[in-house]
């Protein structure tokens, strides 16, 4: 790669990708997009910011609920979609069997990373949207989600393949009215939630979708569509997202990639439910709260042969390296929730589905994926309360 990157730079004539400035170093968290305070939140620097606006949400629900105090709320719904790729058709046939079955909550608080963060959006918005995510997931066509780019792309471009038709579809999806409904969503006290990496400042942004969809800016559409692609803009793979922000009244270029970099799933901040633990330590009461992790992905490990050539072991050795952090992030989740007091729920790709991909988002093996878990959610999913390796 180091000599790929002196021979791009040495020949003539090859004009590789341009970009506007970065935002200057350690200034990540003064930079804005669209000028509102709660648009986003970076965990690297801190969770107080976000634990305002979860105090904020509940006394929106507590309001709109008619109670006196935040005590009378019902118990949480949290629900955390991870990446996967093509894998994204397990939670998609998940949730709309779940619909089926008649058990599906209503979910207080919903995070999405890569696949999950574009499934997050119908997730949150429940069974009505289920048409379109079920459309997204078995419908779609691999010229929908990408173009391939020539062998040169990769010394010369930004990646292996454009994106851009990804763009496309998350536009006939992600519209006004879309964020007409987040928007509602949000006032009633309820909380949509994208993570991305932003790549120069090496830091995971957590996305707060409900409160940009509520702000009405003209850019907010546009803005949403864009937090979707960056979230699910594998590195290499696809192109990154460059998000424009303003900084002292100067525009720089934040370069956006896959939220699955820093992590494969997110639920909250441990940080976060400090209050709640000191509350439990004290013995004091609070709130009954439920988490359902929906792994688009297995946890047990998938045999390969291996070629001994530098791609095949280079790709091999990474899909390893993401499902090691796959496990790592579903302990960590539960740890985190069981020390919280938080019912923990987890779903996956188990050992019986044993369909092989011929090559990405290919619509048969979505479909067969999707059928999978309908299936099992209809009648019943089998939730595991902890993950097989813990």
Partial sequence: MAAGGVLATSLPGCAL?????????????EA????????????????SLMDAEFMAAMERQRHARGLATLAGLPPLQLLA????GENGAFG?????????????????????????????PFAFLGSRYDPQLRAVYTEIKPNEVLSKRSITAALFD??????????????????DRMLADIAAAYDTGRLLMVVSTDLDAQIPVVWNIGAIAKSGHPRAVDTVRRILL????????????MIEVTLDGKIYQEMHVDGGTFAQAFLYPSALTAKRRQRMRAGQ??????????????????????????????????????????????????????????????????RDFNEVLPEPFDPGYMRALFDYAYRQSRRGYPWATKPPAA
Avoid: K, Q
């Fill in 81 to 84: 979609i991870s990446g996967g």
């Fill in 230 to 241: 960056a979230s699910a803009a594998v590195p290499a793979a696809f192109p990154p997202t």
């Fill in 158 to 175: 930004d990646a292996l393949a454009d994106n851009a038709p990804l763009f496309e579809t998350i536009s006939r999806y992600v519209d």
């Fill in 92 to 120: 998609a046939g998940l949730l709309c069997g779940w619909t089926e079955l008649g058990s599906r909550p209503t979910f207080d608080l919903v995070t999405g990373i890569s696949t999950g963060a574009l499934t997050a």
């Fill in 17 to 29: 990708p341009d970009r506007g400035p970065p935002v200057p170093a350690g200034r990540a968290g």
């Fill in 285 to 350: 009461p609070v709130g009954e709260a439920r988490a359902f992790i929906i792994r688009n992905g297995r946890l047990d490990p998938e045999w390969a042969r291996v070629e001994r050539r530098t791609l095949g072991i280079a790709g091999r050795a990474i899909s390893t390296m993401i499902a090691a952090a796959s496990v790592n992030d579903m302990i960590r989740i539960y740890n985190t929730t069981r020390r919280d007091g938080i019912g923990y729920n987890l779903a996956y790709m188990g």
């Fill in 32 to 47: 804005s997009v669209l000028g509102i305070a709660n648009e986003r939140f970076l965990p690297s620097e801190g969770t």
